[in-house]
């Protein structure tokens, strides 16, 4: 069994079906080219070592992460971290979560954080994540390091 079917199996029963959901809909959505691994704790979708070998914050053993999946211990989160430097992205599903979600959006930098399973919006996560190619995603994130560097 994989870390990620472990990981999955050891959420608690009634959220699982939920998250099990919310990983279906990342996997039919995400653009081309990103893999998934067990990266942090959490099911990620990332930039293979292979297309980008500089790696998470240079570190050439670590795939630079995009979209990652957690059950945490009070909610489900998913960290898009193309969000956190898109100003555009960040408001239009700021937006388009109001309109579709009857509960106040639950958001730090680049995590979305679902307390209550009947409102998770599927659609518009499997939009959202198909919003930003593997490309843009390395662009986005060498621009925001070298503003760091």
Known sequence: MSEIEEYIQGIDENRQVAF??????????IPEGFE?????????YAVPLDVFPEGYLNRVDEPLPFISLGAQK??????????MGNKELLQWFQEEY??????????????????NVKHIPYELIGELVSKMSMEEWIESYQKFQNKKG
Request: overall charge positive.
């Open 74 to 83: 009070r909610h489900l989160a998913l960290y898009h971290l193309g969000i």
């Open 36 to 44: 998934e691994v067990f990266q942090y704790g959490m099911i990620t």
């Open 98 to 115: 109001a309109k579709v979600v009857p509960t106040k959006l639950n958001m730090g930098k680049s995590c979305i954080r679902m307390t």
């Open 20 to 29: 099990n959901k919310l990983v279906e809909v990342v996997r039919e959505n």
